[in-house]
């Protein structure tokens, strides 16, 4: 079945301790992203990468790193976590960006305390 | 930088009326696309909109993009209870095909 996986679905944490979320697509997707969801706020692309080690900011990039070592995967790294990135959190695959985001993960619900 | 903008907020119609929301942009956008998402989901690709002046339909929902592809609508004919959720606009500015900006969402309940 294609699918975008993210893991943890649900993650609380403490402020400063390093936290990394996985999201990995089967469909051979170029194409990755990450965002955001704030109430009031819609979506917001923190980072997408166009293809295996190319990536570039999104709107709101400060304090997440990405990587894309291997074009199925793409995790985002909080390397010193804070409360104002509690927040639920999108990763999204395509096989190109002007075609739609047709597949999203089911979202990481992030809490830091 | 690039803003995209979505109104209104929330609304609530009664079953069978029609339902609106407008998107727009502070820049021209190449593309405007469209999402649906349901409470406790993820958003779901519904559409894109590419040529100036286009309009797209999909059973009841009818989707618009500006002249100037600078703002889109959404228009819902007779809600129904299935519509219910949150739907987005999103846009690529001209000449960058990868940062995706999304308008902040309308909400849309519907009353049986």
């Known amino acids: 079945e294609a699918q975008v996986t993210q893991n943890p679905r649900y993650l609380i944490t403490v402020t400063g301790k390093k936290l990394t979320v996985t999201c990995s697509q089967n469909?051979?997707?170029?194409?990755m992203s990450w965002y955001r969801q704030d109430p009031g706020l819609g979506l917001r692309q923190i980072y997408y990468s166009m293809n295996v080690e190319v990536t570039d900011k999104g709107d709101v990039p400060e304090g997440y790193k990405v990587s894309r070592k291997e074009k199925r995967n793409f995790p985002l790294i909080l390397e010193s976590p804070s409360p104002n990135q509690t927040s639920l959190y999108f990763c999204?695959?395509?096989?190109?960006?002007?075609?739609?985001?047709?597949?999203f993960g089911q979202g990481t619900r992030l809490t830091v305390v | 930088g690039q803003q995209v903008m979505q109104i209104p907020q929330y609304q609530h119609v009664q079953e069978g009326e029609d339902f609106t929301t407008y998107c727009n942009s502070s820049?021209?956008?190449?593309?405007i696309q469209w999402y649906k998402q349901r409470p406790g989901g993820h958003p779901v690709f519904l559409i894109q909109?590419?040529?100036?002046?286009e309009v797209k339909k999909q059973k009841r929902l009818t989707f618009q993009f500006g002249e100037a592809k600078k703002n889109s609508s959404l228009h819902i004919t007779a809600t129904q209870t299935t519509d219910v959720g949150t739907y987005f606009c999103?846009?690529?500015?001209?000449?960058?095909?990868?940062?995706?900006?999304f308008g902040q969402g309308t909400t849309l309940q519907v009353k049986p």
């Open positions: 999204a695959s395509t096989a190109s960006p002007d075609r739609g985001l047709a597949f």
């Open positions: 820049t021209t956008l190449s593309n």
């Open positions: 909109l590419v040529k100036s002046g």
């Open positions: 999103a846009g690529y500015g001209s000449g960058n095909t990868g940062k995706l900006i």
């Open positions: 469909m051979n997707h170029e194409y």
